[in-house]
């Protein structure tokens, strides 16, 4: 069964940093792409930043020059440091995967994935 954990979320002041972790389990993403959406109250789950397989990255505009992504492949894990956070960064932060290895699918579409986790609470305070 394949899982997506992730951890690291919590409250922070505006100004601060946090780093989100996604471990993954039950299958091997090391071929695939993998992304961070997030959720705030009463919206859309939106795209925040993802990695191709071949280590290509991208980044929704409000995340450009403060969050970074990365990947473990030997860990099989993928992480997302958030600097400078801001109280319109606060969410609920989801990991995501493509189950097809080697795709050239869209990065910031929902619907490139096929796995998700549960989420993870970032809360930014001003």
């Known amino acids: 069964q394949v899982q997506l954990v992730e951890s690291g979320g919590g409250l922070v002041q505006a100004g601060g940093s946090l780093r989100l972790s996604c471990a993954a389990s039950g299958r091997t993403f090391s071929s695939s792409n993998m992304a961070w959406f997030r959720q705030a109250p009463g919206q859309e789950r939106e795209f925040v930043a993802a990695?191709?397989?071949?280590?290509?990255?991208s980044y929704a505009d409000s995340a450009k020059g403060r969050f970074t992504i990365s990947r473990d492949k030997a860990k099989n894990m993928q992480y997302l440091q958030m600097n400078n956070l801001k109280p319109e960064d606060t969410a609920i932060y989801y990991c995501?995967?493509?189950?097809?290895?080697?795709?050239?699918?869209?990065?910031?579409?929902?619907?490139?994935?096929?796995?998700w986790g549960q989420g993870t609470q970032v809360t930014v305070s001003s």
């Open positions: 995501a995967a493509e189950g097809r290895d080697f795709t050239a699918a869209p990065l910031r579409s929902r619907s490139t994935y096929n796995y």
């Open positions: 990695v191709r397989w071949s280590g290509t990255t």
